[in-house]
DNA sequence: ACTGGCACTCGGACCGGTGGAGTGCCAGGC
DNA sequence: GCCTGGCACTCCACCGGTCCGAGTGCCAGT
């Protein structure tokens, strides 16, 4: 195990090189902290940890740069979450507080997200098989033609065109509506299915096609409803990434473009708690040089969706981790309340 | 007016220039377009080109490079619209073909305008002041409490959630949906208000006052729908911007989070036909340096939104021009199918 | 175990020279 | 009058060399 001295050296080389953006050495590391021994000694130190994988030179006689691993130790180990400041939380909720609706809430996240930690942010949509139906409706906009509304407890409305094999009585549709409603207002996405499965039994033969057809839509569209959407913000942030750009945000960008992969990388992601994911952790080699901050957020005690940001491996973690543990917070709180 | 020969070679330096990126000189245009003079005589008409502003000289001694007066020359009087090949119809159609929903047939057709013209799309959704009412549904949640459901031509469904200031009944609810949807179907939205101005005074005095917030709510979701959505896609497309990247990317992807700038830019395109706003014409400092090609497109034969692409001014306007039109007029068509 | 000293390495900045592409201008030819 | 070939000039991009300093590893001394 390292000593505490040495895990000392590499917080301040972390902090250092985050903020400089330039490899860091051991006279300015004496400089810059009260480590309380000489360079000399710092630098013998640094060859520990370099030997151990945790730091690296991009040249000889070149100061040091953390690794993955490196930022991996810091954050595991060295560094704290970093609350934030008061005019922040209250900027945080005079922010928020002004949406009107669900895509407003998201939309103001997505931005205060990024504003905060000066990097792309991105705020996947409430919804999850852990969401309960609030209402479905179904509507006869035609004699053989049904619409299904699909209302759901994060507030999200689907709607669905359905079109019947033959025609569908008023009479058999209010019926319908009610005995579904009665059925799975409240539970939980998942148990849809099973509390369905014998509606159809209870219809007269001719309408049975219809249910069937209805139900089926139905269960497809809460399978639709878990997969998720989301949305991205502060691409512009980009753009302070580093200095050799094309290659280095080229394939960021394009690795934010396929929602698919972002899903699948908050899905990764602990339930509750936050996850940092640095750099070749992250799989998708496009976010190889970038690190994920994630953490889920919902209106009650359990997590609905994740939100977090996606910036450069040399990011301020302690900084970053506060804003977004925060934001998920208020935007948590926000969604309780209405 | 310039003479002919000297068009030409306007054209042929834009054209160099698109294709090399470098500033071009008079003895390289000789050699690449058969212009029948010789680079000295070349060289008189950059000199007037230049002097009318047309082209300018990065530095003495450098090559030139056409002006945004330059472009605007070129895309108006010498361009043509490239049609596109074949394949590439086939593809589109292809590829726009597997769409399911509305949200499908955006999400494809940004991406592949993004990928076709190899620069940064944007798709607004269909739906405008043009657009009618298909249907509107009232359900009541609890007691006092409604949702209003608006679904428009362009299958698009809005939801809005009512407070009522006292109960209303069953009897009444089923009353004001017929009553409403009776004089609103069909109609536009511009229309709409006058159509249903009277209609609180046919109920009876206690029931005004929650037909009155419903109908408010109404009004406001139209005004509401009326303002537009937009995706854009294939930012990644930036990095093939330029040199100077940060300065010169920043901007636009800051413009381009900005939403309400973009709508406003294809707001400002013709509704019908081709706009290509060069440069600086383009108002919003950030895309100073960019050129916008807009196209409305539709279902019928109005158009009800626009789509285009932002690429540096430096781009293959007829090539960028065709695939535009050509992916507007697909979208048309799949709209107009479903 | 830490420190100061020392020799070494290497990249980045600075500099001056060179080559080439491009220009403007002018005198001559169709 | 317009086009052309020639010529002198300009300026940037590139190249190689030099220099400087930050940083390192190692070692001997406390």
Redesign the interface.
């Known amino acids: 195990m390292l000593s505490e001295r040495r895990l000392e050296v590499l917080r301040a080389i972390v902090q250092d090189y985050v903020g400089t953006e330039e490899p860091v050495g051991s006279k300015a590391l004496t400089e810059r902290h009260r480590l309380g021994v000489s360079p000399a000694t710092v630098r013998n130190d640094m060859a520990v940890l370099e030997e151990e994988g945790f730091i690296a030179q991009p040249h000889t006689s070149a100061g040091r740069i953390p690794t993955d691993k490196g930022y991996r130790l810091f954050v595991d180990k060295l560094a704290g979450v970093k609350p934030l400041s008061s005019p922040e939380r209250r900027a945080i909720q005079n922010f928020l507080d002004g949406a009107v609706d669900l895509d407003d809430v998201v939309g103001r996240t997505v931005r205060l997200l990024a504003q905060l930690t000066r990097q792309v942010a991105v705020v996947q949509y409430p919804s999850l098989t852990r969401s309960t139906v609030?209402?479905v409706?179904l509507?006869a906009?035609a004699p053989a033609r049904l619409?299904l509304?699909l209302?759901t407890d994060t507030g999200r409305?689907e709607?669905r065109l359905i079109d019947c094999q033959g025609p569908f009585g008023e009479a058999s549709l209010a019926d319908l509506r009610a005995r579904l409603n009665s059925r799975v207002v409240g539970r939980r996405f998942a148990d849809v299915p099973q509390l369905v499965q014998d509606l159809p039994d209870s219809f007269e033969q001719e309408d049975r096609g219809t249910v069937s057809t209805v139900l089926s839509v139905l269960l497809e569209t809460l399978v639709e409803e878990t997969e998720e959407r989301l949305v991205i913000?502060?691409?512009?942030n980009?753009?302070r990434f580093g200095h050799d750009?094309?290659l280095t945000?080229?394939?960021v960008?394009?690795a934010?473009?396929e929602h698919v992969v972002l899903l699948k990388l908050l899905g990764e992601a602990k339930d509750s708690g936050m996850t940092v994911r640095i750099g070749h952790e992250n799989a998708h080699e496009g976010l190889a040089s970038t690190s994920v901050v994630a953490v889920g957020y919902g209106s009650g005690d359990e997590a609905v969706a994740k939100l977090g940001v996606v910036g450069p491996t040399r990011m301020d973690y302690p900084g970053t981790m506060g804003a977004v543990r925060a934001v998920a917070r208020y935007v948590g709180q926000i969604l309780a309340e209405s």
Request: cysteine-free; overall charge negative; charged content about 20%.
């Open positions: 609030r209402h409706e509507l906009l619409m509304v209302i409305v709607q913000g502060g691409t512009a980009l753009t750009f094309p945000i080229r394939p960008l394009e934010l473009e």
